[in-house]
């Protein structure tokens, strides 16, 4: 069975510069996650989709971040503009479902982003 | 929110002892703790996890242990060897409704060492 994938696994960008990161959850996950990881630090939630619908965006940088599932199957997230701050690592996840026993999540390799 | 404190932050033993690690959990609707591996540069692997209906599960030389009355739950790694050496989150979550639904709020970490 395929684990989540994601792409690219590293990216650098210069400020100010756009950038996405795409995510494909495990099939016949419902349930998909972004997460922020600094270093050193625990994953934190930015967003959390049950099928195509947001239902968790409170940690999301709506400013400069935006997410989308349209399809209710993969997910981009963008950042537009990139700050040096935002140099971490984005974990995508996914689960079947958010309740019950459906909620072990499985996390993908990450994407790298060095904003320079 | 939840919040969770993980202990200690490093922790090194030598190969065949046990290492022990410490959560500690804020929000009383938690009821969902999963500990992941996270190896260098690599995604979070789920290790193990305990629902808040059992006080203990074992598998092989892993086991987690909970108080939900103290709120808090352990990771007990017996007869450790090099391979086990990473960085260990725990984690916390409600798959029955409360803010923390649907979400993970990680620990800080522990990095693990064992020398051979």
């Known amino acids: 069975e395929a684990g989540v994938v994601q792409s690219p696994r590293y990216k650098i960008i210069e400020k100010k510069q756009p950038v996405a990161f795409w995510c494909n959850p495990i099939s016949g996950h419902n349930t998909l996650y972004w997460y922020l990881q600094n270093l050193g630090q625990g994953p934190e939630l930015l967003i959390r989709y049950e099928n195509e619908e947001a239902v968790d965006d409170s940690q999301l940088p709506k400013d400069r971040f935006s997410a989308e599932r349209l399809k209710g199957v993969d997910s981009t997230l963008k950042i537009q503009p990139a700050e040096l701050g935002d140099s971490a690592v984005y974990l995508c996840?996914?689960?079947?479902?958010?309740?019950?026993?459906?909620?072990?999540?499985?996390f993908g390799p990450g994407t790298r982003l060095t904003v320079l | 929110g939840e919040n969770v404190e993980q202990h200690p932050s490093t922790l090194s033993v030598q190969e065949g002892d046990s290492a022990v690690i410490k959560c500690t959990y804020s929000d009383s609707a938690s009821n969902y703790f999963p500990w992941y591996k996270q190896e260098l540069g690599k995604r979070p692997q789920l290790i193990i996890d305990?629902?808040?209906?059992?006080g203990e599960k074992k598998d092989q030389r892993i086991a987690v242990t909970l108080n939900k009355t103290a709120k808090h739950f352990s990771l007990h790694i017996t007869e450790t060897q090099p391979e086990d050496s990473a960085v260990y989150f725990c984690?916390?979550?409600?798959?029955?409704?409360?803010?923390?639904?649907?979400?993970?709020?990680f620990g800080q970490g522990t990095i693990l060492t064992v020398h051979p």
């Open positions: 305990i629902r808040s209906n059992v």
């Open positions: 984690a916390a979550s409600s798959d029955a409704g409360g803010t923390s639904y649907g979400k993970l709020t």
């Open positions: 996840a996914s689960s079947l479902g958010s309740g019950g026993r459906w909620n072990e999540q499985f």
